[in-house]
């Protein structure tokens, strides 16, 4: 199937300068979106101005997929998008929650749960050193404190094939989903109790797993106690919360943040239980969607690039961090 990326398809405003400095990109079998012109920039371009963009600049890519019961399948689609990103020139590929693998019956993650030097992620670390990639392996199935739970590990490999840091997902989905059914990952899934965030060539990343999505709490962590630029959201967001709430919150954390958010998300039907909402998606710190593909359902990657000259021109002239409360101000502040 083909690959669909959308390269900065931007809106004008006085943040993307960035965006209008560079050349349209081209890939074979892409659909590209080529940035507009704002009449905000009238002026010439140089080519200094060129260079100084692209050097403050990586390329990313969000993927899609549709996981099932098979480890094998799954690893062969994984190896497939990662080839892809590379040929894009990607630096680092964000994979989804349980990109690894989807029971088809409650119980059957547990069954195949492993610890992080097991074979099945010493896999995914041989793809990422082959590849030279990093890769952000959205929720992996790591072996719990016992036989009848696991950890949902949002894990980050580099381009020489080492863990370079683990997240263990913090909020639990236990939902009555409207419309769908009951959900109780707290069954069988130990939550962590750290925040993550992880230096990376394309800025420093905070992790977090989907549902964590719903808590701005853990964002505003990342963002202004551990220096975070990038948000990682790999999401199996489920098809009605997803098509009530799924760009509004990742809208909603690039922008409270002015961080980067860059959301991986499953597919389509999982199983016969399991239908996933789709839409992997990057944004950008002002709140553009900047890569998304345009089929939600399909098997693929999005791409953008990242320019951490936007991060810091978006904080400087909306200086949030600066004029923040803090929580000593709210617990003493009469409601």
């Known amino acids: 199937m083909p690959i669909c990326s959308n390269w900065l398809h931007l809106t004008p405003n006085k943040f993307h300068t960035h965006a209008l400095l ?4 081209s890939f074979t079998h892409r659909h590209v979106i080529t940035p507009t012109r704002s009449r905000c920039f009238a002026r010439a371009v140089t080519s200094e101005s060129i260079m100084a963009a692209a050097s403050n600049s990586v390329r990313v890519a969000a993927a899609q997929m549709t996981s099932v019961n098979d480890l094998a399948v799954n690893f062969a689609t994984c190896s497939r998008l990662v080839k892809e990103a590379v040929s894009a020139g990607a630096k680092l590929l964000c994979l989804p929650e349980a990109f690894s693998y989807v029971g088809a019956r409650d119980g059957d993650s547990v069954k195949i749960a492993e610890p992080l030097d097991g074979p099945i992620m010493q896999r995914y670390c041989s793809l990422a050193r082959e590849s030279s990639i990093w890769l952000s392996l959205g929720g992996f ?36 989903v409207p419309g769908g059914r009951v959900y109780k990952e707290s069954s069988f899934t130990e939550a962590g109790k750290d925040i993550v965030a992880v230096d990376s060539p394309i800025g420093r990343l905070g992790l977090t797993v989907c549902y964590d999505l ?73 709140g553009t969607v900047v890569g998304r593909l345009p089929d939600r359902l399909s ?11 936007l991060i810091d021109s978006v904080r ?18 009469s409601l």
């Open 22 to 25: 560079r050349p349209p990109i």
């Open 141 to 176: 199935q790591e072996k719990g404190s016992d036989d009848e739970h696991l950890h949902n590990t949002h894990v980050v490999i580099d381009d020489t094939g080492n863990i370079r840091s683990t997240y263990r997902k913090i909020h639990l989905f236990d939902v009555d």
């Open 214 to 286: 719903r808590f701005p709490e853990i964002y505003q962590q990342l963002r202004f106690q551990h220096d975070a630029q990038v948000l990682l959201v790999p999401s199996a967001f489920t098809k009605v919360t997803g098509e009530a709430h799924w760009e509004i919150l990742l809208r909603a954390r690039a922008i409270e943040t002015q961080c980067y958010v860059i959301a991986a998300a499953q597919a389509g039907k999982n199983n016969d239980k399991r239908e996933s909402y789709g839409d992997s998606i990057i944004i950008d710190p002002w």
């Open 299 to 309: 098997t693929g990657i999005a791409v953008a690039d990242i320019d951490l000259s």
């Open 316 to 333: 400087a002239k909306m200086p949030i961090a600066k004029q923040r409360k803090p929580i000593e101000f709210w617990k003493s502040a």
